[in-house]
């Protein structure tokens, strides 16, 4: 159903890359951005199975959860270019990145944990 959106997701990117320089890419380059952004999605998806995981605590699950999704991005943004490879630059992306996961991971489990506690209330009548 979401097959599409691999390649709006690289247009987008492209797009916000070209306010700051002036963008011309090459077949390869186009297939490789629409490629990567797959398989992000993918892995992305496929991630959310540390979460499932029963017999593990949460900080292993998240932290198994961060470092795969870190590792895929970070390759990703790279191998298209679109972060250099460089320690200061890998730097900053490391720190937004992990401030936007913990963020975002923060705020499902808060929501997630809240929702439990009104089914459990509803569910004691």
Do not use: D
């Not at 952004?37 to 932290?63: D, L």
């Not at 679109?82 to 992990?98: D, M, N, R, S, Y």
Request: charged share 10%; hydrophobic share 55%; aromatic share 18%.
């Amino acid at each position: 159903m979401f097959a599409g959106f691999g390649p709006i997701v690289f247009g987008i990117v492209i797009l916000c890359i070209s306010y700051s320089e002036t963008v011309a890419l090459t077949g390869k380059e186009v297939l490789m951005g629409i490629i990567s952004t797959y398989a992000t999605a993918f892995i992305q998806a496929g991630a959310t199975v540390f979460n499932q995981i029963e017999h593990w605590s949460v900080p292993k699950s998240v932290f198994c959860h961060f470092g795969l999704l870190y590792v895929v991005y970070s390759l990703a943004y790279v191998a298209n270019s679109w972060i250099p490879f460089k320690a200061e630059v890998l730097g900053v992306f490391t720190v937004i990145f992990a401030v936007g996961f913990f963020l975002i991971w923060g705020i499902v489990y808060l929501a997630v944990r809240s929702t439990g506690k009104k089914f459990n209330e509803k569910l004691k009548g």
